[in-house]
Structures are given as C-alpha cells and as structure tokens.
C-alpha cells in the first residue's frame, strides 16, 4: 500500500490525495510537516511535503508522484492515452503551478498569516497573477474540465492552486481575479460537488487550528 507523507492543509498533498481517490488506489496517510531535519532530507532534499512511499523507497515533488501513479500504479488514468492530448494537460499543469501557483505563495504570508510582505512583492504578486490567469484564459479549454471533457491531473492542480490564488488576490488586492472568467468559476464550482474533493475538504478544515498554532509557535522561535 502507498503511504502518504504530508498534511491535510497542503495543497500539494491534496493534489496527490485527490490523484489516489480518483485513481481508486489504497493508502495511509503518514502526518507530517515540511521540515529541515536530516531524518526527513534524506527522502525529501528540499524538505517540503508531499512525498509518496512505494515499494523501492520514497518519491518527492508533486509532478513527479503523479506521474509515477500514472505510469505505475492503474486505476482510472487522469491523463490522456493520445500523446499530444497528454502534453497538453502536462502544459497547462506546468503553467498553473509556474504562473499561479508560484506567484500566489508570494503573498501566502499576509494573505493567511497575518504578516505584512513588502510592497515591491506585492506588486510582483499582484502582475504575476495576472498574467498566470491571462495564460489560463488563452491555453484552458473548461468544456467544461481545464483540459476538455475529461477530468485531468490538470484539474487537480487548478483546484488546488487557483481557489488560494483567489484568496490572495481578494485579501491583498480586493481583486476578484476570476471575475471576467466565469468557465473557471463554473469548474470550481463543479469539481467541489465531487465527493472526494469534499472529503479532502473537511479533513483540511479539522487539520486547520493545529496547523495555524504551529505557523505561530514557529513564527515566535
Ligand atoms: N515543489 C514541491 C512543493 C511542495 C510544497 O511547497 N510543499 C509545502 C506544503 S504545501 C511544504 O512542504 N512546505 C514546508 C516548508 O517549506 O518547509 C512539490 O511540487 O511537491
């Protein structure tokens, strides 16, 4: 069976929570935060989390466990078999992560914890965005799934990447950075009926106050 490394608040972990679900696949969850000791490093180089522990040893970075579950593990496939179509979902994997994911985490600090972040980062954050969902419009088809008529692994990265990057674009911007994109806001509001997504959801929810004392009891050394 898959053990799971991570917790319920990541949204990298539920991107490969959701993966198992979907794909029908067995696993435990393993409860543990990003962290810089040796122990952890030596199956996560970076120390973030989610890592993936299969029969020969541990898998890290989010990308490269879902590929593997594609390529490995069975279950119900979450990319295309056509391989154009496969790059494609591949694509826009990558530019939901590079260009709003990434730019959203910018503004992480102040959006959900209170901490004020510079206004040159602000302004980055802010542009960065923008130009992440300008991508999104042109390269995303939402008929009505990200990548066309099937739910994708490119599914999976916009609901957990874009529902956080709206968050911070409203808290730190008051921008609704969905608001002339409503394919986007109707997927968001089809991929949340999803009983696995709901499940992800209320387990992110329980893990929330413990998750919250942590970020405050680091922040205060
Ligand atoms: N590139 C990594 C990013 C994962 C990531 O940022 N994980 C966060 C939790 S959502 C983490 O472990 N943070 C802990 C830390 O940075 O110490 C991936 O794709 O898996």
Redesign the pocket.
Known sequence: MFKLY??A?????N?VKLALLEKGLAFEVITL????SDEFLSI?P?????VLGVEQGFI??????LDYLEECAGGTPLLPAEPFARAQVRALMKEI?LYIELPA?LGYPQAFFGMEIPDALKTRCKAELLAGIATLKRHGRFTPYVAGDSFSLADIYFLYSVDLACVVAKKLFNLDLLGDFSVARDLLVLLNKNPHVQQIAADKEADMPGFLALVQAQAKG
């Open positions: 991570g917790f608040v990541s949204n990298y972990f991107m935060h990003g962290n810089q996560s970076r120390g973030k989390v989610p890290n970075e989010t990308s490269a466990i992560e985490r």
